[in-house]
Nanobody, 130 residues
Framework: QVQLQESGPGLVKPSQTLSLTCTVS??????????WNWIRQPPEKGLEWIGY???????YYSPSLESRPSITRDTSKNQFTLQLRSVTPEDPAVYFC??????????????????????WGQGILDTVSS
């Protein structure tokens, strides 16, 4: 059974870069045909999809976040990392990493249907403060 675990600093200063890593166990991030996602939930708001890195290494991001997010992977460590540049007071949230299969990735990117993701990390709270 695949397991995901988020890690990273819980506090970042405005205008700096938020960096979080998801470590995957029980399965490889290069296995066909899975997509490895970052999703967040701001306080008192719904889930927001940020982006993914695919089994192939390709990436895709939410247009609403413009060019701020970047997702990379380290296949030797079976990890993928989110960097969110130029954080603002609107970026505090619980950040999740999660896996989606090919069959449901289109749903994930459009409306974050939780049933479309078959494995989740527990989430990590990140705040923005000077």
């Amino acid at each position: 059974q695949v397991q995901l675990q988020e890690s990273g600093p819980g506090l970042v200063k405005p205008s700096q870069t938020l960096s979080l890593t998801c470590t995957v166990s029980g399965g490889s991030i290069t296995t066909n045909y899975y997509y490895w996602n970052w999703i967040r939930q701001p306080p008192e708001k719904g889930l927001e999809w940020i982006g993914y890195v695919a089994y192939s290494g390709s990436t895709y991001y939410s247009p609403s976040l413009e060019s701020r997010p970047s997702i990379t992977r380290d296949t030797s460590k079976n990890q993928f990392t989110l960097q969110l540049r130029s954080v603002t007071p609107e970026d505090p949230a619980v950040y999740f990493c999660a896996r989606a299969p090919l069959e449901t990735i289109a749903v994930v990117t459009s409306e974050v249907d939780i049933d479309a993701l078959d494995a989740w990390g527990q989430g990590i709270l990140d705040t923005v403060s000077s």
